[in-house]
């Protein structure tokens, strides 16, 4: 069982940044994997934001690359999303979630095995 944790989530401006982490802990995750965020509003399907993998830590920022960041810790087996120039449309409860029988590209939530709790983004105008 692998759990994970996200944190950084919070209320925000439009305009504003947030960092999103996402720990992973338990069952030793084997050398290749990839990790993702998703993104969720009431009454929509979960959406792909960004992907990362490991070990060569390649990534997909998504749609959202001109203003969401992904990296990761290789040691650390952290992921994280730097989001600036949040927008409205942005609000929604983020999760991570991680693939843990390859490292391709995660981005259909259908591919991940373990999902983390979500953390809530609220951006205001």
């Known amino acids: 069982q692998v759990q994970l944790v996200e944190s950084g989530g919070g209320s925000v401006q439009a305009g504003g940044s947030l960092r999103l982490s996402c720990a992973a802990s338990g069952r030793t995750l084997p050398t290749y994997y990839a990790m993702a965020w998703f993104r969720q509003v009431p009454g929509k399907e979960r959406e792909f934001v960004a992907t990362i993998s490991w070990p060569n830590m390649s990534f997909d920022g998504g749609s959202e690359s001109g203003r969401f960041t992904i990296s990761g810790d290789k040691v650390k087996r952290t992921m994280y999303l730097q989001m600036n120039s949040l927008k409205p449309e942005d609000t929604a409860i983020y999760y991570c979630?991680?693939?843990?029988?390859?490292?391709?590209?995660?981005?259909?939530?259908?591919?991940?095995?373990?999902w983390g709790q979500g953390t809530q983004v609220t951006v205001s105008s």
């Open positions: 979630g991680v693939d843990v029988h390859s490292s391709l590209p995660l981005r259909v939530p259908g591919a991940v095995d373990y």
